[in-house]
């Protein structure tokens, strides 16, 4: 195991170890942006992801969310930001919200740790963009 991989590993087991059920998710990020993760990167329904860090990259292949062939479905920004706030207020796991934003249409989203926003994409190029707030770890 590479050093990039045993950094990435060691800050989502610290994020996990401190995160609160509710608006978890900017903690995850700025315990991973501390620990030189710049970017990370999921591929839906794959659940195929990657992290870009200073110590170089890793993929990380996750369960996929379907088998076989599958109709995509249409981007609905609404039931995305639906998934989203349900997320946030701690209502659902994270495998319950990848499948929510699946249905949703959403095929790709980008995590840019500095400029800490999220953008989710549509199979068409339809994108919607958050950010999320500074916290401390």
């Known amino acids: ?10 800050a989502q087991q610290r994020a996990m170890a401190g995160r609160p059920k509710a608006g ?17 990167c999921w591929f839906l329904p794959s659940c195929q992801s990657f992290y870009v860090t200073e110590l170089g990259p890793v993929a990380v ?4 969310l379907i088998e076989g062939m599958a109709d995509v479905p ?14 946030q207020a701690g209502k659902s796991t994270f495998s319950e919200f990848l499948i929510a934003s699946w249905k949703a249409g959403t095929v790709k989203y980008d995590v840019d740790l500095i400029a800490r926003t999220v953008t989710y994409y ?11 707030p500074l916290v401390d770890v």
């Not at 978890?24 to 990370?40: D, H, I, M």
């Not at 292949?61 to 996929?64: E, L």
């Not at 249409?74 to 639906?82: G, V």
Request: hydrophobic content about 35%; proline content about 5%; cysteine-free.
């Open 24 to 40: 978890g998710f900017p903690y995850l990020a700025e315990t991973l942006r501390s620990a030189g993760v710049k970017r990370n």
């Open 122 to 132: 549509g199979v068409d190029g339809e994108s919607y963009v958050e950010s999320y």
């Open 74 to 87: 249409p981007f609905n920004r609404e039931a995305l930001i639906t998934a989203l706030r349900i997320d």
């Open 1 to 10: 195991m590479n050093n990039a991989i045993e950094n990435l590993k060691s």
């Open 61 to 64: 292949q996750g369960t996929p």
